[in-house]
């Protein structure tokens, strides 16, 4: 039998594609877990069907988007004028992955995914990797559209200071 592997979906409010609220799931992700073998299952925010969620899943990908995960839950008490909050589904994530883990399914995340595992297992985030990069004197040369920089480092010598960064961002 194959694997039902449950997918979070992103949620967007009223505007733009619909004018009602609407989930959405990149196709592309589905095809991977069906070429896989697996058969994709999207999971709408139900914070009341999670445990009959995860009795019937045999994995669990959580899936990224333009949004942020509340600073709150890695122990900050300000948020960064940036960071974008979807607190109904984080709070989804984050309920269907403790269920999955406690019952010793495999979860595996996708950018923001990676980052909700890190906060359930007790890790912390950078709210703005771009000012954290510009105050150890790196150089964006690149902005994708979630606004993610990926940053060039300058020829002198940032060794220590990247170090630094990353220590701090795996805390």
């Given at each position: 039998?194959?694997p039902?592997?449950?997918?979070?979906?992103?949620?967007?409010?009223?505007?733009?594609?619909?004018s009602?609220?609407?989930?959405?799931?990149?196709?592309?992700?589905?095809?991977?877990?069906?070429?896989?073998?697996?058969?994709?299952?999207?999971?709408?925010?139900?914070?009341?069907?999670?445990?009959?969620?995860?009795?019937?899943?045999?994995?669990?990908?959580?899936?990224?988007?333009?949004?942020?995960?509340p600073?709150?839950?890695?122990?900050?008490?300000?948020?960064?004028?940036?960071?974008?909050?979807k607190?109904?589904?984080?709070?989804?994530?984050?309920?269907?992955?403790?269920?999955?883990?406690?019952?010793?399914?495999?979860?595996?995340?996708?950018?923001?995914?990676?980052?909700?595992?890190?906060?359930?297992?007790?890790?912390?985030?950078?709210?703005?990797?771009?000012?954290?990069?510009?105050?150890?004197?790196?150089?964006?040369?690149?902005?994708?559209?979630?606004?993610?920089?990926?940053?060039?480092?300058?020829?002198?010598?940032?060794?220590?200071?990247?170090?630094?960064?990353?220590?701090?961002?795996?805390?």
């Amino acid at each position: 039998m194959k694997p039902v592997i449950g997918m979070t979906l992103d949620c967007e409010t009223a505007g733009g594609y619909a004018s009602v609220p609407w989930y959405a799931l990149r196709k592309n992700y589905c095809d991977a877990v069906a070429h896989a073998g697996g058969i994709p299952l999207p999971l709408p925010h139900q914070i009341d069907a999670v445990e009959a969620y995860a009795d019937r899943l045999d994995g669990l990908v959580l899936t990224g988007g333009g949004f942020d995960i509340p600073p709150e839950l890695y122990g900050e008490t300000t948020i960064h004028p940036t960071v974008t909050l979807k607190p109904e589904r984080t709070h989804f994530e984050l309920a269907i992955a403790k269920r999955c883990y406690e019952q010793g399914k495999p979860i595996f995340g996708i950018c923001g995914g990676m980052q909700l595992i890190n906060i359930m297992f007790g890790g912390t985030l950078i709210q703005d990797i771009h000012s954290e990069y510009i105050s150890a004197g790196a150089q964006i040369i690149e902005t994708n559209t979630f606004g993610a920089n990926r940053a060039k480092l300058e020829a002198y010598n940032l060794e220590e200071q990247v170090r630094e960064i990353n220590k701090r961002a795996a805390k």
